[in-house]
């Protein structure tokens, strides 16, 4: 603006109109009719015709990325203030986030799990401490731990948290069925609770919090002074690592238990894969093999065809690269695979490492139906 109005005397309303061209130019053409006013006002002020040309090229360059210095500045305050939140109290910074999605690039799973590897406690979802947002609370060593909030129950209505949120208020719950009662949960709200394992306190395991929510009935009026006959409890299986791990990613997503690709790491060596730990004594230049659960894709207009893969396993991220062609003839592997193995030359420089990926395979049925949504961006 500043320079439209030195070198070819706009007027300040006349500059602020070829800033908001500026940023419409490509989808409306807004910003040609600026062409003849800019270069005749340079050549008046004695600029040549050359110079005038290459400056309003520049300017109409920087109108496909710039943006004003004001959102410049607000875009570096939120940075400034994020990275500090995320430096000196990572606990705060992953419990805002978590909240606020679906709104960023992470999924609650990553985010949780990466909370984990830095040594943030997590505590699961439990209907008897958790309010419907993730919330802090105080460890042993007086530092903060997240607890999981009902809002990772998938299928849980919030109107239900709330009515639950209410009734604990009251008083503590006294067993599942008093719990389902006092907060008016219908059947649907109840088995998303167990499911979710957010009974466990009440019931010891998922097994018995289905057995026991399937077996409340409402009280009636008429017969509210009838005392129930005991039942005999029913013994039921504990689940298995294994069930317990498959029953947390289909109700909430993510997992407090043991990483998927932990319990599936000896398999994975078999086929020749490493963990992303391991990454550290590789080599510039080795050629290896990686498998992880695809936590991202992106494939930017501005990376001229390139496809960018995030995967996790259960020390960390591996980056990998997959340039156009091996994109193109291994299409299926690289955007149907929830677990992906990719076979390829490791590149690292001043810390960055990152894989060119040669061949890409999909392992998802190790995974045995476990549900591990990942994010795409193109």
């Known amino acids: 603006m500043e320079l439209a109005m030195v070198a070819a005397d706009y007027t300040p309303g006349e500059a602020d109109q070829l800033r908001r061209n500026m940023a419409a130019w490509k989808r409306h053409g807004g910003l040609e009719p600026h062409r003849e006013r800019l270069v005749q006002g340079m050549l008046r002020n004695g600029y040549d015709l050359a110079f005038a040309e290459r400056i309003f090229e520049q300017i109409k360059g920087f109108g496909s990325y710039g943006f004003p210095e004001s959102h410049a500045a607000s875009f570096a305050l939120l940075c400034y203030a994020s990275s500090w939140l995320k430096c000196h109290e990572p606990a705060i910074f992953t419990c805002a986030l978590v909240n606020s999605w679906p709104m960023g690039f992470y999924s609650p799973d990553q985010l949780l799990q990466e909370a984990r590897r830095q040594g943030i406690e997590v505590r699961p979802v439990d209907a008897c401490h958790s309010e419907w947002d993730c919330t802090l609370e105080p460890d042993a060593e007086g530092t903060l731990a997240i607890r999981m909030g009902l809002r990772l129950v998938r299928g849980l209505a919030e109107a239900d948290a709330r009515h639950l949120e209410q009734a604990r208020a009251q008083r503590p719950w006294r067993d599942v069925e008093d719990l389902c009662l006092r907060a008016g949960l219908d059947s649907r709200a109840r088995a998303r609770l167990a499911d979710g394992g957010a009974l466990r306190a009440l019931a010891s395991d998922r097994h018995q919090a289905r057995w026991q929510v399937a077996a409340v009935q409402p009280q009636l009026p008429l017969f509210a002074e009838v005392q129930p006959v005991p039942e005999t409890p029913v013994e039921l299986p504990v689940p298995t690592v294994g069930e317990d791990l498959m029953a947390d990613y289909q109700a909430l997503g993510t997992t407090l238990g043991p990483h998927p690709l932990a319990l599936l790491r000896s398999r994975l060596r078999a086929l020749g894969c490493r963990s992303s730990s391991e990454l550290q004594g590789v080599e510039h230049g080795d050629n290896i093999a990686v498998a992880g659960l695809v936590v991202g894709r992106q494939r930017p207009q501005t990376a001229s065809g390139v496809t960018f893969v995030t995967l996790e396993d259960e020390h960390g991220m591996v980056n990998v690269v997959v340039w156009r062609d091996i994109a193109e003839r291994q299409r299926r592997a690289l955007v149907g695979s929830q677990l992906l193995k990719v076979s390829g030359r490791l590149e690292q420089e001043n810390g960055v490492r990152h ?24």
């Open 355 to 378: 894989l060119i990926a040669r061949r890409l395979e999909d392992v998802s049925p190790l995974l045995q139906g476990l549900d591990v949504r990942s994010r795409d961006f193109h």
